[in-house]
């Protein structure tokens, strides 16, 4: 298997659970691949070349690896490409070799990750750019089920920084909470009487600022506010709490909002809505 670790993510589990999926296991005449069974001889072996067919940030490759090694221990693999390397349209990003009918049975979730990670990874830099060194980017929990350590894996590789990785590593309370809770004082004190240590609280009004902060929030989200109103917003939060700028965000106003002063902005759509990057993989008979 590949040497490739992430906190919290199971690889070895991943290559399985993806490959069965693909393969059929557990099917009536599934856990196999039958058009390369029938069309390509056992003793066929492939060489091939995975090269990006536009300008790309890279992520995924060391999961791609993992997928050829699985299928075939004795694979040679050649990584061309850093992760988090921008690479231009033509760059060559892995070679292969191995037994041609494991090569052909892993390709397609070997692209697949590398497409998706590598579009997540791309788009992160985009909006990063635009942003102009101001303010930082944060990711969301707007992620595939089951694919968000890669998928947070992919923005940091974007130069995104991990905003909660779920439930539990901090609170954020947001209109629901304060609608049961009775207000945004009591929502943020009933987190602070429990003991939570860091306390996010969304506030889409300018009035909802103070009575937060009195409660003990250390962070507050500012929820769908124009930039001359983030601006006012950190004025009156006068450096008491960190400040976000959420909600609607997109390539061409990230600028001008990062420019309000707010110390982060999040992006949803960094993991909802990448495209998958053009990446092909070429394979030849040796």
Same mark, same amino acid.
């Given at each position: ?73 004795? %694979?040679? #693999? &050649?990584? =061309?490409?850093?992760?988090?390397? $921008?690479?231009? *349209? +033509? /760059?060559?990003? @892995? ?105 996010? %609280?969304? #506030? &889409?009004? =300018?009035?909802?600022?103070?009575? $937060?902060?009195? *409660? +003990? /929030?250390?962070? @507050? ?66």
């Amino acid at each position: 298997m590949s040497a490739f670790t992430l906190p919290g993510f199971d690889l070895p589990a991943f290559i399985a659970a993806t490959l069965a999926e693909d393969l059929g296991v557990g099917f009536p005449g599934g856990g196999r691949d039958v058009t390369s069974e029938s069309v390509i001889p056992a003793e066929a072996r492939f060489a091939g070349v995975m090269a990006s067919r536009e300008d790309i940030v890279v992520a995924g490759l060391p999961i791609a690896a993992a997928f050829f090694r699985h299928l075939d221990p004795a %694979c040679a #693999v &050649d990584i =061309l490409a850093a992760e988090g390397e $921008a690479v231009p *349209a +033509g /760059a060559e990003l @892995l070679r292969v070799t191995g037994a041609a009918r494991a090569l052909l049975t892993a390709e397609r979730n070997a692209l697949n990750t590398v497409q998706h990670l590598s579009g997540i990874a791309t788009m992160t830099r985009a909006y990063v750019h635009a942003m102009g060194g101001r303010a930082t980017l944060l990711d969301t929990r707007k992620t595939l089920p089951g694919l968000r350590r890669l998928e947070k894996y992919a923005t940091r590789l974007g130069g995104a920084e991990n905003y909660r990785m779920g439930l539990w590593d901090a609170a954020m309370i947001k209109d629901n909470h304060i609608a049961v809770a009775g207000g945004v004082g009591a929502a943020v004190a009933r987190a602070k009487a429990a003991g939570i240590a860091w306390i996010i %609280c969304e #506030v &889409d009004r =300018l009035d909802q600022i103070e009575p $937060a902060l009195a *409660a +003990g /929030a250390n962070h @507050l989200l500012l929820d769908n506010m124009a930039p001359a109103t983030l601006a006012e917003a950190v004025a009156l939060v006068a450096g008491r709490a960190k400040t976000e700028a959420s909600g609607g965000v997109r390539l061409d106003t990230i600028g001008t909002i990062a420019a309000s002063g707010v110390d982060y902005v999040s992006v949803g759509r960094l993991m909802q809505s990448a495209p998958a990057a053009d990446i092909g993989l070429d394979l030849a008979m040796v």
